[in-house]
């Protein structure tokens, strides 16, 4: 059970107590109050009743007293006044006795209605003795009012309303202690049942505060406990021990936290497992730090071993490329030496059939002495025949034509070896020339002819630049590697739309720029920013060396402090563009050329 | 027998001059064109016995035109003059196109069999072709073409 619920429900046994309490205390005050609203009112009634008949005794016996003496005095006095109080008073004395003779139990009624026929006859002599007074005969007024008639029914009446006043005091005396009694009875009750609910009230109060001190105890209990156990895990965990066990096993929110310090434990544990063997990994990586350096140190002999083999390799390159150029040449040569030879060959027919016509002519000239006329005229009819059977006119006007093309053919050859020469200008480092780019280009594109003569169109758009200082050797390289880059690859796009590559030149405040861009495939993404590295070609084995381009990038990035960039889209084309310093700053020396970052000038298109 | 004609295709007209003066005493009508299209253009005109094409022109290459001329002209016999040997797109049709020679450029100076023989060659060729085509009987008695032979 969760602390709050406990908690709760302890309150609740505290609360279902305070209203058990206080029902009771509430049943014992209606016990308080029941007689006290029943009885007590009753009695009072009663007391009040007899009191009031008590009070009409008390007026019949004035009122009496008032006739019997205002009658007497008009008799002695014939003062009208009394006459009149008399007449007062007869009508008040009859109102009172009425209401008491109404008022009254059977007793009573007998007792007042005695009275009241001794009071008629009094009142008969009374008014008699008034009549006297008024007739002025006092005398016989007093007389009658001193007569033993008059007092016998005086002392009836008196006795009769004695009587009944006696009685009423003995009622209202009566009331009066029963009433005392009710009150003081209900008052002890009051008192007893006050004194009952002090004592209950004061046993509720002990007993609510045994529940609340033992509902608090168990759950303090129920809280301490497993937070001792906690705080003792805590702390065995704080010195090290992380397998220390939590015993705790409510679900409460200890439980909760014991669980969660638990779950914490083990992360703890597992962190540190995890601290170790990291520890453990350091160490290892530290080893293998070592290790990694030396292999770096072998690593570093390899590379150099490796760069000695690789500018062996580029060396080679160099020379297959130089092969393949010389491939492509020789083609170029064929065609001009074929025609020259085939020529020649006529030529050593016509030649031959010339010397042979010439010889038959000297063998005429040498007959034209000894022989016939008709016998020579033969001997010219035959010859003429074997000069036509020559085609010796048209051998003659061809021979001209022989020689022309002939000249061509030479012309050819010599402007082809012109070009080689042109284009492989000696390519040693410290070699630097002036070099205008324009003219490189024209050089490489005769160089590159056979590549990009058929099917291909080359647009060139050369601005008027500065010359500049680099080895011409290198960069017309570069040139033709980037050229029959582009040649191939407008050959191999599947499209029959024309292939063209166009080439420009221009310069900035800084730099020589040479665009050359082609309508071919395009190179894929996958591949851009690989094609700058060594040995790495799309071509099948044997037709590239993959180290093209390479090559050119160590040439105008590494030895010329340009750039070689690349803007390729596929489908669309590939540009590449050469920036050169038009100042150059100095000649890289080899160890400067391997450190240098190649990744930050690929563009990707 | 009726003469035949060789056709030659060449872009380079020196060559195709060259050529003209080699052939100028052989007894075969010869004849020439600067391009596949003009080939084609001739192919049309007049019948041709021999087509003798270079292989790198502009427009139309002599792989296409030899491909084209394969289809239409089923009995012309091809022959190849190029300076160029290594491509293997060429080696396919050669192979593919049943192109009799390939003859390398220079024609005239490599040891061997001369220019004139071997379009000689490729004309008794187209002729001992169209003697096997009309005379069917003989390929099934081989004895009767050995008889026939002598």
């Known amino acids: ?605 | 027998m009726k003469e035949k004609t060789v056709l030659f295709v060449d872009d380079d007209g020196i060559v195709l001059r060259s050529i003209a003066r080699d052939l100028m005493d052989e007894p075969y009508n010869i004849c020439f064109a600067k391009s596949g299209e003009d080939a084609l253009e001739i192919l049309l005109q007049q019948e041709v016995h021999v087509l003798v094409t270079d292989i790198r022109m502009p427009g139309m290459n002599g792989v296409e035109l030899l491909k084209i001329v394969t289809q239409k002209y089923p009995k012309i016999v091809k022959m190849v003059l190029s300076g160029y040997t290594n491509t293997s797109d060429l080696m396919t049709a050669i192979y593919k196109e049943g192109v009799l020679k390939f003859i390398p450029k220079p024609w005239n100076l490599e040891e061997g069999e001369e220019f004139r023989a071997i379009i000689k060659r490729a004309i008794d060729h187209y002729n001992h072709q169209i003697e096997q085509a009309a005379r069917p009987e003989a390929e099934l008695n081989p004895c009767l073409h050995h008889i026939s032979e002598k």
Request: with cysteine.
């Open chain 1, 1 to 605: 059970m969760r602390i709050s619920q406990r908690l709760n429900l302890g309150f609740l046994a505290i609360a279902m107590w305070a209203a058990v309490v206080g029902h009771i205390s509430l049943f014992q005050l209606n016990q308080i109050s029941d007689p006290l609203s029943r009885s007590i009112p009753g009695s009072l009634e009663s007391i009040n009743e007899t009191a009031y008949l008590e009070g009409l005794t008390q007026d019949i016996r004035y009122y009496d007293e008032v006739l019997t003496q205002s009658v007497r005095n008009y008799a002695f006095t014939q003062d009208k006044e009394w006459e009149q109080r008399y007449k007062n008073a007869k009508s008040e004395f009859d109102t009172v006795l009425k209401e008491a003779i109404d008022k009254g139990t059977g007793r009573d009624q007998g007792l007042l209605s005695s009275a009241n026929k001794a009071h008629l006859a009094l009142v008969e002599m009374e008014n008699t003795s008034i009549e006297f007074v008024n007739n002025g005969m006092a005398e016989q007024a007093v007389n009658i009012l001193e007569s033993s008639s008059y007092w016998d029914q005086k002392r009836i009446h008196k006795q009769n309303i004695e009587d009944y006043a006696l009685r009423r005091g003995a009622e209202y005396d009566e009331a009066l202690a029963n009433s005392t009694r009710i009150v003081s009875l209900a008052m002890k009750r009051t008192q007893d049942i006050t004194e009952y609910s002090r004592r209950l009230v004061s046993i509720f109060a002990v007993v609510a505060l045994v529940l609340a001190l033992g509902s608090g105890f168990l759950i303090a209990r129920s809280i301490y406990i497993p937070l001792k156990k906690l705080k003792a895990a805590a702390a065995e965990i704080g010195q090290g021990n992380l397998d220390a066990q939590i015993d705790i096993k409510s679900t409460d929110e200890i439980g909760r936290v014991a669980a969660s310090f638990k779950k914490m434990t083990d992360d703890l544990k597992r962190t540190t497992t995890s601290i170790d063997n990291l520890g453990r990994e350091i160490a290892d990586r530290k080893e293998a730090e070592h290790n990694a350096k030396l292999a770096c140190k072998e690593l570093e002999k390899a590379n150099r071993e490796l760069k000695d083999m690789q500018s062996e390799r580029v060396q080679n390159a160099k020379l297959v490329s130089i092969g393949q150029l010389a491939a492509g040449v020789a083609h170029e040569l064929n065609t001009p030496i074929g025609f020259v030879a085939s020529n020649f060959e006529t030529l050593e027919r016509y030649v031959s059939k010339m010397r042979k016509l010439l010889l038959e002519y000297e063998d005429l000239i040498g007959q034209i002495q000894i022989s016939e006329k008709s016998e020579l005229l033969d001997k010219t009819s035959v010859i003429n025949k074997t000069r036509n059977s020559m085609k010796i006119d048209f051998i003659l006007e061809d021979i001209a034509g022989i020689f022309n093309d002939s000249r061509e053919g030479i012309k050819r050859v010599a402007s082809i070896v012109q070009t080689l020469r042109d284009f492989s200008r000696v390519d040693q480092l410290g070699n630097l020339d002036t070099y205008n780019i324009n003219d490189g280009i024209k050089t490489t594109l005769s160089v590159a002819m056979n590549e990009v003569k058929y099917g291909i169109d080359v647009k060139t758009e050369l601005s008027d630049v500065p010359e500049i200082i680099c080895s011409a050797g290198q960069i017309n390289q570069v040139l033709l590697n980037l050229i029959i880059n582009a040649a191939q690859a407008v050959k191999s796009r599947k499209s029959d739309q024309q292939g063209t590559i166009e080439i420009r030149t221009y310069a900035t405040d800084y730099d020589l720029v040479c665009e050359i861009s082609d309508n071919g495939p395009g190179i894929g993404p996958d591949h851009l920013p690989h094609i700058f590295d060594p040995f790495f070609t799309t071509k099948p084995v044997g037709q590239g060396t993959g180290l093209g381009l390479s090559i050119s990038y160590d040439i105008i990035v590494s030895k010329h402090n340009g750039n070689l960039l690349v803007d390729s889209s596929v489908g669309k084309g590939t540009k590449f563009t050469i920036k050169l310093p038009l100042r150059r700053k100095k000649i890289k020396n080899e160890s400067e050329v391997s450190r240098h970052e190649r990744e930050n000038s690929i563009i990707c298109g």
